[in-house]
């Protein structure tokens, strides 16, 4: 059964730090670009970084940059998000996704992945 897990959210107060997991099952994650996705309240779904499949590189959008760190361990099939810095602004439902191959940039919009998983809440307090 191919599948996508996140985990890691949580409630944190700004200025805090979470990571978020995305754990792979059923298909092999070094041959996929992932990607992070976030959607708040009334705002559509935006990717906020993603690590590409061909060697590793990785994107971020310009309102996580320098915050966000993407990184993979291949030996557990899970790509991780470390959020530092978190913003009020960052709380929103973080899904991951998977497309086949690799990118040059950033994955900005959620079309054309191949598998999602179904997020997880992650709530920044001021």
């Known amino acids: 059964e191919v599948q996508l897990v996140e985990s890691g959210g949580g409630l944190v107060q700004a200025g805090g730090s979470l990571r978020l997991s995305c754990a792979a099952s059923?298909?092999?994650?070094?041959?996929?670009?992932i990607g992070w996705f976030r959607q708040a309240p009334g705002k559509e779904r935006e990717g906020v970084s993603c690590i590409s499949s061909d060697d590793g590189g990785s994107y971020y959008a310009d309102s996580v940059r320098g915050r966000f760190t993407i990184s993979k361990d291949s030996a557990k099939n899970t790509v991780y998000l470390l959020m530092n810095s978190l913003k009020p602004e960052d709380t929103a439902v973080y899904s991951c996704a998977a497309v086949n191959g690799e990118v040059a940039g950033l994955i900005k919009y959620s079309t054309g992945m191949d598998y999602w998983g179904t997020g997880t809440l992650v709530t920044v307090s001021s």
């Open positions: 059923g298909f092999t994650l070094d041959d996929y670009t």
